[in-house]
T-cell receptor, first 112, second 111 residues
């Protein structure tokens, strides 16, 4: 049983560019959440997707957007990259009606 | 004041010791409490999950939640060098509410 998978594992971009990160949830899970983790900090909630809709959003600007597909997989898009967007981006999934979140290994994004 | 406070450490203890990690929080609406273990820039791994107040035990790990004091703890018995990692507390109000994490405590178990 595969866990949460994310791609790519590492990414280097320059300021102003756009990036798309991908996530496949754990089998049987229907809800996907995205988190940003800066070095030395705990993860910060970006948003949650359920039934292909953004259900809740944290304190992140509109440059951060997402999508969920009918197979429950998800994408995180970040436009107009800033140096401060450099972080580990984590995807987490949870089962129907469940509160436990299971995380992937993350995508390490470096913005130069 | 941050919503969740956690001492970042590092906390260094000898192998076999009992480890105590804790977090305090300010939002009384939190109902779900979790502890995650994270190795060196990998994804967090769920260790313990508790709803509301009380204790929960799983092997060498015990989680305690005291909602009246807004204080949660994780105890690790018979600590091993492989327990060396960053431990993150997390909590939520439930539903679509995202998890609010502490900064994490860096734990080092000395052989």
């Amino acid at each position: 049983d595969a866990g949460v998978t994310q791609s790519p594992t590492h990414l280097i971009k320059t300021r102003g560019q756009q990036v798309t990160l991908r996530c496949s949830p754990k089998s049987g899970h229907d809800t996907v959440s995205w988190y940003q983790q800066a070095l030395g900090q705990g993860p910060q909630f970006i948003f949650q997707y359920y039934e292909e809709e953004e259900r809740q959003r944290g304190n992140f600007p509109d440059r951060f957007s997402g999508h969920q597909f009918p197979n429950y997989s998800s994408e995180l898009n970040v436009n107009a990259l800033l140096l401060g967007d450099s972080a580990l981006y984590l995807c987490a999934s949870s089962p129907p009606g469940g509160e436990k979140l299971f995380f992937g290994s993350g995508t390490q994004l470096s913005v130069l | 004041q941050k919503e969740v406070e956690q001492d970042p450490g590092p906390l260094s203890v000898p192998e076999g010791a009992i480890v105590s990690l804790n977090c305090t929080y300010s939002n009384s609406a939190f109902q779900y409490f979790m502890w995650y273990r994270q190795y060196s820039r990998k994804g967090p791994e769920l260790l313990m999950y508790t709803y509301s107040s009380g204790n929960k035990e799983d092997g060498r790990f015990t989680a305690q939640v005291d909602k009246s004091s807004k204080y949660i703890s994780l105890f690790i018995r018979d600590s091993q060098p492989s327990d060396s990692a960053t431990y993150l507390c997390a909590m939520s109000k439930g539903g679509a509410d995202g998890l609010t994490f502490g900064k994490g405590t860096h734990l080092i178990i000395q052989p």
